[in-house]
């Protein structure tokens, strides 16, 4: 038994072993195997794009290596909107239409050797040309402007197909079954072929030379083509779904076809056909139901095929193989949003330099999504030149003469090589090529290069040298590689010097800004802990009221639940934890005997605001048009045991309900108001009296705002106006300009000492916007931006020494944030911080009660429907030991510079400005520089071997580890095995 059973368990390891060996003999050897898709940055998307809603079974998108094409929103169906290839962003207003046909376009295709070059095809039986201008369209154009209509087609062109290697040839096909050639430079019809299809054409391909098309029709046929014979070489049975449409591309280099269509049961097929041998196909998949033909986009240079159909929310990758299989499927790219149309964006556009081997550009209902197809490697700081066969060139191989004189001919390869740099350097280019590994595929971030990809001449494989082309500058991003390893960070004194005790071994690594570089990029919220919070609230949530929430360093307020208009004022100190008794279950709690008590004010509060020179001092505005200032005991409101219903001061002067009250934040005691009489005024709180009146309001005012030195005040209305006053030069507004457009009105912010305001809105659409205007070039519009499409009115809160911009709205679950700079596009989407709860309001505490400490960039204070939660946002930084003074400039001191009097007077004192430093902490500006150095890179001796060299040692290693094993079994041979086994005659006995 022993002995049995020790030779079956090393029967089973040494075959366990050798099942091993064979897979991995067996093991796919492939350099794309591992190619990953990601979808883009949604910054790096083209959005806000009107997509034509009309249904085609064509191309919706094309790209070329400058512009990208879209079919757009028309009342014909015939309009185009061009963009360039590096124009992402929102572009709802900047999109310059090509009003091409009176019919909805069907197909469309750029000139593979005029990337200015552009042919559609509609319904209306036309194929127009267009050339772009140099610096693209300022305006919309018409057919009165296009190159050339070539007319022929008895009903509607479907397809069109440029070829791939001689100059100004076209083919074309549609439903009168036919397929023309045209030479372009003449506008004329040069080969026809009619007779052989029986029903309408689908879809064009040429093959690699361009002596053949393969053509597929409502048929259910496949065809291969002759265009100047006429004839057909070949014609076999296709995909059988009645009356669904296929499509056909020809395989680059190789004799294959890839056909994709339905079968009889309406399922999703992919066919691949050997062009030599055409009776049956030599690969077939079939996948679901879904009602669009899939889409197979195919690169010749390193045969990989993406395929997805209209309403498809993923993406496949295949390789093609020359082995059975033909068709391996490669991972997926999953995204949630369903897309309209897909294409594949030329070589020259591609992000080298990240491995980037393919661009998918994806068309959804309002926007353009790039989707980068990169094959992981160790490092990205060399040019992988193994993953960049030669690709096809700008240049064409022979003329249309040429072709139609009875020449074929490749196209002209060029070799791919990475951008240069900044030095006029080119990346090194690796000799040998780092094996595959496995690593998640990372949306590449901006890319460095700026100049625009060219063709240059370059040593090519063979004797005769090829033109070398560089992608790369028209990338959306280019993906900074890791750091070498063995970096090291070294302290350098401000003045001094770099001093390395090895220099020959290390270098210091150049700043490239490759992404728009921002202090705030990385802001995070960190809320307080629940100890520090206020609990057990009953906020009054009345969508009457234009603020719900105000705070300064020592007491917040928020609207209480009532009646007869009630505001709660907590100590920040003293008040943290539940602020009102426990309810007992089963009771139901009286509004009116709150628990606590509050400022009664004696009619529907609708704003209110501290003094900014007086904590102890809030104004508050009712709907009964009266203003009343209050001022809170030491000791708060709660202390008193009964609710406050004597003011220290009330002021009459509107004719109807308050709607806003705001503090000057330089001038003691000045209020401006405004009312529901459309007026504007300001008072004197310690008098009563009012100085100024401001007129020229059509309806309610939405928001106010101050300039820096508050010497102009600036409002939204109701009426879609924003109006800025000069108060003591006149009632009248000095500027007025429209808002963002929508019917709820929007909300402005003054970009501190900038002659710019910030708006916030919503345009027709109902869409949410941010523009910045420059109202001295006549409110101009410096930016029109889309932030999202949700309902809730933003409320923007602006910090003029950072240029930071916070943006809440009420019923909202998160706070955005945005930076407003003068670099184009002027705003600057961040990050949202997200939380679980709606707010009610959100107020932001002075930039002098920030912890500079923690680089704390904002202090707020968080109000939901019964808690008060403070949340502070930092900005991460390594060296807080250090002021950080490119986040903290000089800011306006909280204090007076004049009176209310003499700021009636005309006094213009300007605000004190103050320095947040600590008197124990150095500035990062003279802190000792920190300079990271890199040990110089050598090759180890691996990656010099050839591919031949690298393989036998692979083999090697395997052999030696099976002879280990086999020493192994030797050594492990159970006693029992040395025995001798009982003879056959002795079991007689």
Not at 85 to 98: D, E
Not at 305 to 322: A, H, Y
Not at 485 to 497: C, F, I, L, M, N
Not at 937 to 950: G, T
Request: with cysteine; hydrophobic share 40%; aromatic share 8%.
């Amino acid at each position: 038994f022993a002995c049995g059973s020790s030779r079956r368990s090393h029967e089973r390891r040494t075959g366990t072993r050798r099942n091993w060996f064979r897979r991995m003999s067996n093991f796919r050897q492939s350099k794309f195997r591992n190619v990953r898709g990601a979808v883009y940055r949604t910054d790096q998307h083209f959005r806000d794009l009107s997509v034509t809603a009309a249904t085609t079974d064509g191309n919706l998108v094309a790209a070329s290596s400058m512009w990208m094409s879209v079919l757009w929103t028309s009342n014909t169906g015939g309009a185009i909107g061009v963009l360039p290839i590096t124009g992402w962003g929102s572009r709802s207003h900047a999109v310059p239409l090509i009003q091409a046909h009176s019919a909805q376009i069907q197909d469309l295709a750029w000139n593979p050797f005029h990337a200015w070059v552009l042919a559609t095809a509609a319904a209306d039986g036309n194929i127009r040309l267009w050339k772009l201008p140099e610096h693209g369209l300022t305006g919309d154009i018409n057919a009165d402007n296009a190159e050339a209509t070539l007319a022929g087609h008895g009903k509607r062109v479907d397809t069109i197909a440029w070829h791939p290697s001689a100059v100004n040839v076209l083919a074309s096909g549609g439903p009168d079954s036919t397929v023309r050639v045209w030479d372009i430079s003449t506008s004329a019809e040069k080969l026809k072929v009619a007779g052989v299809m029986k029903d309408a054409v689908d879809s064009i391909s040429w093959n690699w030379d361009g002596s053949l098309l393969a053509v597929t029709s409502r048929d259910k046929k496949l065809r291969l083509l002759d265009p100047r014979s006429g004839t057909a070489s070949s014609e076999v049975d296709s995909h059988k779904g009645a009356g669904k449409p296929s499509r056909a591309t020809w395989m680059g280099r190789k004799d294959k076809i890839l056909t994709t269509g339905f079968s009889q049961t309406r399922d999703r097929e992919v066919f691949v056909w050997d062009s030599r041998n055409m009776a049956k196909p030599i690969k077939q998949l079939m996948f679901d139901a879904s009602p669009g033909v899939l889409i197979p986009l195919y690169d010749a240079d390193t045969d990989l095929v993406w395929m997805s159909g209209r309403g498809d929310s993923s993406i496949r990758t295949f390789e093609v193989v020359d082995d059975h299989s033909v068709l391996y499927e490669l991972n997926p790219v999953v995204d949630k949003t369903p897309h309209r149309g897909i294409c594949l964006a030329p070589k020259l556009t591609c992000d080298v330099m990240a491995a980037e081997v393919g661009r998918v550009m994806k068309v959804t209902n309002n926007a353009i999504i790039p989707i980068g197809f990169s094959v992981p490697r160790k490092s990205y700081r060399e040019f992988h030149a193994d993953v960049f066969p030669d690709t096809a060139g700008p240049d064409p191989a022979i003329t249309a003469d040429d072709y139609f004189g009875g020449a074929n001919a490749a196209p002209l390869l060029v070799k791919v090589q990475p951008p240069v740099n900044s030095d006029g350097e080119a990346p090194a280019v690796a000799e040998t090529a780092a094996a595959p590994v496995a690593a998640a595929a990372s949306s590449p971030s901006t890319s460095a290069a700026s100049s625009p990809a060219t063709a240059a001449r370059g040593a090519g494989a063979g004797s005769s040298p090829q033109p070398a082309l560089k992608p790369g500058s028209l990338a959306p991003g280019a993906k900074k590689g890791p750091a070498r390893p063995h970096s090291v960070s070294v302290s350098v004194a401000k003045g001094e010097e770099l001093k390395l005790e090895n220099p020959d071994d290390y270098y210091v690594p150049k700043d490239i800004s490759i992404v728009r570089q921002s202090h705030f990029k990385h802001i995070f919220g960190r809320p307080a802990n629940r100890v520090d919070c206020y609990d057990d609230l009953r906020i009054l949530n009345d969508a009457m009221q234009t603020r719900t929430l105000r705070a300064n360093k020592k007491w917040f307020a928020c609207s209480w639940q009532g009646i007869g208009g009630r505001l709660a004022v907590f100590s920040l100190a003293n008040d943290k934890g539940r602020v009102t008794p426990p309810v007992p279950r089963g009771q139901v709690v009286d509004p009116a005997k709150s628990a606590i008590s509050t400022i009664e004010i004696g009619s529907a509060l609708i704003d209110f605001d501290f003094n900014p020179f007086d904590n102890d001092i809030v104004v508050t505005g009712a709907e009964n048009a009266l203003v009343k200032v209050w001022r809170i005991p030491e000791t708060g409101i709660k202390s008193l045991g009964k609710n406050m219903t004597d003011p220290i001061a009330t002021i009459r002067g509107h004719q109807h309900k308050i709607v806003t009250t705001d503090f000057h934040p330089f001038a003691n005691n000045l209020l401006f108001t405004t009312s529901g009489d459309f007026t504007g005024r300001f008072w004197d709180i310690e008098t009563q009296q009012e100085h100024v009146k401001l007129t020229g309001f059509s309806d309610l005012v939405t928001s106010v705002t101050w300039n820096f030195d508050a010497s102009l005040v600036g409002t939204s209305c109701k009426d879609r106006k924003i109006r800025l006053f000069d108060p003591r030069a006149g009632s009248s507004p000095i500027f007025e300009c429209a808002d963002v457009g929508g019917t709820l009105g929007s909300r402005i912010e003054w970009m501190g000492q900038k002659d710019q305001i910030c708006v916030v809105g919503f345009d027709k659409m109902s869409e949410r916007r941010i523009q910045v205007v420059d109202f001295k070039k006549g409110g101009d519009k410096l930016t029109d931006q889309r932030i999202d499409a949700s309902s809730g009115v933003l409320t923007p809160l602006y910090d003029p020494s950072t240029g930071v911009l916070l943006l809440w709205g009420k019923g909202e679950t998160s706070i955005k944030f945005w930076e407003l700079n003068d670099q184009a596009p002027y705003a600057h989407a961040l990050t949202d911080y997200q939380t679980t709860v709606p707010q009610l309001g959100v107020a932001v505490f002075p930039r002098q009660d920030c912890n500079v400490r923690e680089v704390e960039l904002f202090k707020v204070i968080k109000l939901t429907q019964d808690s008060a939660d403070p949340i502070s946002f930092i900005v991460p930084r390594q060296r807080k030991e250090f002021f950080q003074d490119d986040i903290y400039p000089l800011i306006p001191a909280r204090e007076a510079v004049c009176s209310a009097a003499e700021w009636a007077a005309g006094s213009k004192a300007q605000p004190k400005m103050i320095d947040l430093k600590p008197a124990d902490m150095q500035r990062l500006s003279e802190a000792p520089k920190i300079v990271r150095v890199v040990k110089k890179f050598k090759q180890d001796e691996e990656e010099e071997l050839d591919a031949e060299a690298i393989k036998n040692r692979l083999v090697d290693k395997f052999y030696q580890q099976m002879m280990d094993f086999k020493e192994e079994d030797e050594l492990e041979k159970a006693p029992g095995d040395e025995l001798e086994g009982v003879a056959d005659d002795e079991w007689d006995d």
